[in-house]
């Protein structure tokens, strides 16, 4: 489709673009091209160019350029995104609307909106959603190399951890055997498989052990990965002294399950332990509570002490890695 174009000499171009611009008819939704010495500048109205401008007529690319929500807005809304799933945290009814409304007018690849609806509750940390557009909760997100089902309406997932996930999975090594206590949809369990360990992941939630199970298939490492439902303290008696590294994801009540976890540790064993404390003492408790369960079998030593995030006014959510050596 051709345009008009105001046609002047390249050393004459900027001058003239910026003449263009101050009457306000440079039509941008066509690129500026350059062709043999000649700018070609593309405006809405041919008539409302200075009148010693050649006007020609030309076939000149369209501008692609992103509408992102806060053009639609006029403001920068906080949204993070999961797949094609974009997810707000927002109070005001119709605030939420409008920014629901933007992102699926907006150019961001999105199938649905959710806002959150309660904080994450119970056993298997799941919270309630307002679907604000598209229609289901289930997103398909990608993670360092790794991609991840998850239904978020009935289980547990957090893209805020990616960053922390990745850290402790650089420490990974193949031929390795690693146990997720509380494994979720595989988030650590996946990529330690990718990197040659050998995993157990345990979860309460049926749903996210399922989830788990379909991780490991869509990522290749399923003869890597063996999943068992249950509560962890009860289905592990075939993995005393086995675990080279465990993950133990459940900040608020960890320290109930260091008793198994000091079970299930081989010889040398590493354990990522995630914790929120008060930011007075954040990595003491569970410090304590890990020296007091390896009690005279383990020596004990801190290799990291690192905050994850901030979790609520003066909390922190931080996490020590610990090597357990016989
Ligand atoms: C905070 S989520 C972490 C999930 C995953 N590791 C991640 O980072 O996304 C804690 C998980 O522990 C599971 N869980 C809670 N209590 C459990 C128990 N006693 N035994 C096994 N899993 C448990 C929950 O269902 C939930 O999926």
């Not at 040659?196 to 992941?201: D, I, Q, R, S």
């Not at 064993?269 to 304590?288: A, L």
């Given at each position: 489709m051709t345009v008009p174009c105001v046609r002047v000499p390249r050393e004459d171009g900027e001058k003239t673009r910026t003449i263009l611009a101050?009457?306000?008819?440079?039509?941008?939704?066509?690129?500026?091209?350059?062709?043999?010495?000649s700018i070609y500048i593309p405006v809405t109205d041919p008539t409302a160019v200075p009148?010693?401008?050649t006007v020609v007529q030309r076939d000149v690319p369209a501008r692609h350029t992103q509408t992102m929500p806060a053009d639609v807005l006029g403001f920068e809304p906080s949204y993070e995104r999961l797949g094609e799933v974009v997810i707000l945290d927002e109070d005001d009814a119709d605030?939420?609307?409008?920014i629901a409304e933007a992102i699926m007018a907006s150019d961001l690849p999105a199938e649905t909106v959710l806002n959150r609806a309660s904080k994450v509750k119970g056993e298997q940390r799941v919270r309630e959603w307002d679907i604000l557009a598209g229609d289901g909760t289930e997103?398909?997100?990608?993670?360092?190399?790794?991609d991840f089902a998850v239904d978020l309406a009935d289980m547990y997932f957090s893209p805020r951890l990616a960053t922390e996930r990745h850290r402790v999975a650089k420490q990974v090594t193949a031929g390795e055997q690693a146990f997720d206590m509380f494994a979720g949809v595989g988030p650590f369990v996946i990529p330690f498989a990718d990197r040659?360990?050998?995993?157990?992941?345990v979860d309460v939630n049926p749903d996210a052990i399922e989830y788990l199970r379909e991780n490991a298939r869509r990522n290749g490492v399923e003869n890597r990965v063996t999943t068992i439902e249950g509560d962890v303290r009860e289905v592990v008696a075939d993995y005393g002294n086995w675990a080279d590294r465990l993950v133990m994801n459940l900040p608020h009540s960890a320290d109930e399950f260091l008793e198994t976890a000091v079970e299930l540790a081989s010889d040398?064993?590493?354990?990522?332990?995630?914790?929120?404390?008060?930011?007075?003492?954040?990595?003491?408790?569970?410090?304590?509570?890990?020296?007091?369960?390896?009690g005279d079998e383990y020596d004990v030593a801190v290799e990291t002490r690192r905050t994850v995030r901030s979790y609520a006014p003066h909390e922190l959510n931080v996490v020590l890695d610990v090597r357990l050596s016989r």
């Open positions: 101050d009457r306000d008819v440079i039509a941008k939704g066509h690129e500026i091209t350059v062709e043999e010495g009148s010693a401008c605030r939420t609307r409008d997103a398909i997100h990608r993670e360092y190399g790794c040659g360990a050998t995993c157990v992941g040398d064993c590493v354990v990522h332990y995630y914790d929120i404390q008060h930011e007075d003492d954040p990595f003491g408790p569970g410090e304590r509570a890990i020296r007091e369960a390896a």
